[in-house]
């Protein structure tokens, strides 16, 4: 029997131990924010899921979608500041 083996080259790069960076974790820090706030959404969102929306859950729902586009602007905010000052 012959073994099977790759033909090519790897296509992806390799593992650097499998840690993100520096780079990917001042990114995520960046970018918490708005993951805890889409969370938010998403639960207020999972609890409706099987019932018709009470004025509390409306409520909650109407909250958390105005946290996530805040949490969207101030990103985004930021990020432009931040290429402005590199340019």
């Given amino acids: ?15 650097s131990g499998g ?9 995520i820090e960046r970018e918490m924010p708005l993951i805890l706030a889409e969370v938010e959404l998403l639960d207020a969102q999972i609890i409706t899921l099987d019932r018709t929306p009470s004025e509390v859950d409306e409520r909650r729902l109407r909250r ?18 931040v290429a402005g000052v590199g340019a």
Avoid: F, H, Q
């Fill in 1 to 15: 029997m012959r073994d099977i083996v790759a033909l090519r080259a790897v296509v992806t790069a390799a593992p």
């Fill in 19 to 27: 840690e993100p960076s520096e780079e990917e974790l001042a990114a």
């Fill in 64 to 81: 958390a979608r105005r946290r996530v586009l805040a949490a969207r602007r101030a990103l985004a905010n930021r990020t432009s500041g």
